[in-house]
């Protein structure tokens, strides 16, 4: 295991410790949250009892290879606790840029319907200000794309369709396409946000704002937590 495999195994195995008996836990998706979902599985093998809801096609089979039982909105409209990754944590207001594994819309319903958000990640992943350390994923519908990107331009990024190995757009679980928005800095997230949910042809954004309730970030030397104010 390479050493940031590592950190996100450790901040994975650092959340789970969140989770107790009768709760509706919110799956994330990516290789930190399938690390959780694995670690998940061995704990409800040995008899923790658990409903859970994933955020994507990858965390429901993972979920399912696992033995945890699934929930639905239907039966269960509170989340407990969810327990996801991110690709950017900004330090101080704990705003995430998420959905670089292409999930964002499925993260972003699951968060929102989540009394409790808990984001793992190794250290490489914190920013003083959330902009160029990844590209802002936004999920937007297949029609017209060409345009929506045109406009999504217009607001300060440098923005891409975001292409599988074939050279093909990549179709999210929802059967959205993918912008990847390359931005110098995001001063004004919370502004962004909403500017950018404002365009026709735009589903979601990437930006999480004010919704981590607690990061936990795996170092070299030890694993903390960061609480939002
Ligand atoms: C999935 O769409 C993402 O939001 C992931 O949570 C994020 O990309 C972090 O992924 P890793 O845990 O694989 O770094």
Known sequence: MSDIERLKFEAANAAIDFIKDDMVVGLGSGSTASYAIEALGKKVASGLKILA???????????????????TFAENPVIDIT???????????LNLVKGLGNALLGEKIVALASKKLIIMVD???LVD??????????????????LTRQIVSQH????????DSNNKAIITDSNHY????????IENARKLDKDLKLITGVVETGLFVNMADLVIVAKQSDVITLQRE
Not at 83 to 93: F, M, N, R, T, Y
């Open 53 to 71: 809801i994933p955020t994507s096609e990858q965390s429901r089979s993972l979920a399912q290879k696992y033995g945890i039982q699934l929930t």
């Open 83 to 93: 327990i996801d990754g991110a690709d950017q944590v900004e330090l101080k207001s």
């Open 123 to 125: 250290e490489h992943k």
């Open 129 to 146: 200000c959330l902009g160029n350390k990844t590209p802002l994923p936004l999920e937007i519908v297949p029609f017209g794309w060409e």
């Open 156 to 163: 300060g990024c440098n923005a891409t369709l975001k292409l």
């Open 178 to 185: 993918i912008l990847n928005c390359q931005f110098p800095k």
